[in-house]
């Protein structure tokens, strides 16, 4: 439960690029004594996951005993003892268990055992950081070390957003009884914070924009089957869907194989969000059709030799700058009715990869890409995204920078 003495509306995490991995990285306490951990924000993960193998000291720690409540709200796929060492933090007898996954290795886990633990988070009244709040019951999965392969140096699990009853999100909100809505506004600098936002807004940003009220909306669709639901259960994917129906460069509708943009009865295709994927990746035939488009836009740009990852590169003396960023044509992501749209200006689309080099931030998947299109987050920084789970819609705002700020600009230095 939280303190009585105080009932926040809304909370915060501030959050970091990894210069190397490029993940987005927050900090929480958890445990008794109370212990900063570092944790890989999973836009999509279903779990609050935590390496429970290497160093994990707490008074207050208790795994879930099988056909607990506790197992019931995380839906526990399995009960089981431990047999591989002797009962310990993260290995207990009569423990239940659920299925959290690492995106970096791209493995799931089927031994993550459900336990509670006391984390505390700051609270906020959307313009600075308020005081701290603990949840002395907070619902996570233990998992061993071999788990945390490929995240950033210092991380010890990741900070699940997804859809779950057990994401960070849903816990928050049912715990201090506000919406289930959280916002994210990611920075595209390695030296200054972003932002994740639980409840709803005001999102102030420096010198006093509330981000919220300049927000579009479009449905988050449920997939049944997708990446990120548990492989071996009738489970849907955690992770958030959008219903793209087309897209358009400098006002131009690309020509597109539409049944990739729908998801199939197996859960293929679609377009998603992920904040472990660094750039937006693309199944093959909308790559190219992108690629051949942009080509053509700046036609009188001079193309030079691609660099890894990326398929297009130029020559960056020849790309002015603009309020968003370098000069080159819009890309629209297009919803239902063409008239909800996202636009990506230069900011997001280009990334300055040496001194002359610039490249298109997009990435060619192949051609059996399971979901078509997976948008990264080169493409959603300094832009504003709220995840309205109780109305299943996503609110963006576009470029930020439009708006002379940025998701940098959220005051942490001043307490509320």
Partial sequence: MAKKSFRPKALVLPVTKDPSTLQY????????????????????????????ENGYNSSSYRSARCRSAQCSIAKSHACGDCFTRMPKIGCSNNACYNTPDNPAINTFYDGGEISEDVLSIQSTNGFNPGQLVNISRFIFSCVPSFLTAGLANGVKGTAGL????????????????????????????????????????????????????????????????????????????????????????????????????SIDKEGNGGTKISTFRSYTVMQTSIYN????????????????????????????????STRVGPAVPPIDLIFKGN????????????????EDVMCLGF??????????????????????????????????????????????????????
Wanted: charged share 15%.
């Fill in 25 to 52: 990285v927050t900090q929480i306490e958890q445990r008794t004594p109370l212990v900063p951990i570092k944790l890989s924000i999973h836009l999509g993960g279903q779990t609050l996951w935590v390496d429970c």
């Fill in 162 to 261: 997804g859809g779950s009853l057990i994401a960070l999100p849903s816990q928050l909100a049912r715990v201090f009884g506000f919406q289930r809505k959280f916002a994210i506004c990611l920075s595209s600098s390695t030296r200054s914070n972003g932002i994740v936002f639980f409840g709803n807004g005001p999102y102030v940003l420096l010198p006093g924009i509330d981000a919220s009220k300049s927000l579009s909306y479009t449905p988050l669709i449920k997939n049944p089957f997708g990446i990120g639901s548990v492989p071996f259960l009738n489970e849907p994917s955690s992770e958030y869907f959008i219903g793209l129906k087309s897209i358009r460069i400098n006002g131009k509708s690309l020509q597109l194989n539409k049944t990739l943009l």
């Fill in 289 to 320: 059709a992108l690629i051949t488009a942009f080509n053509k836009e700046l036609a009188n740009v001079t193309r030079v030799v691609p660099v890894a990852p990326f398929g297009v590169c130029f020559d960056s003396k020849n790309i002015g």
């Fill in 339 to 354: 008239k909800v749209y996202w636009s990506i200006f230069g900011a997001n689309s280009m990334v300055q990869v040496n």
């Fill in 363 to 416: 990435v060619d998947g192949g051609e059996n890409l399971v979901t078509s299109i997976v948008i990264g987050g080169h493409q959603i920084e300094d832009n504003l995204l709220q995840f309205d789970l109780d109305r299943s819609r996503l609110g963006f705002s576009s470029s930020l920078l439009f708006r002379q700020t940025t998701c940098a600009n959220f005051n942490f230095t001043s307490l509320a």
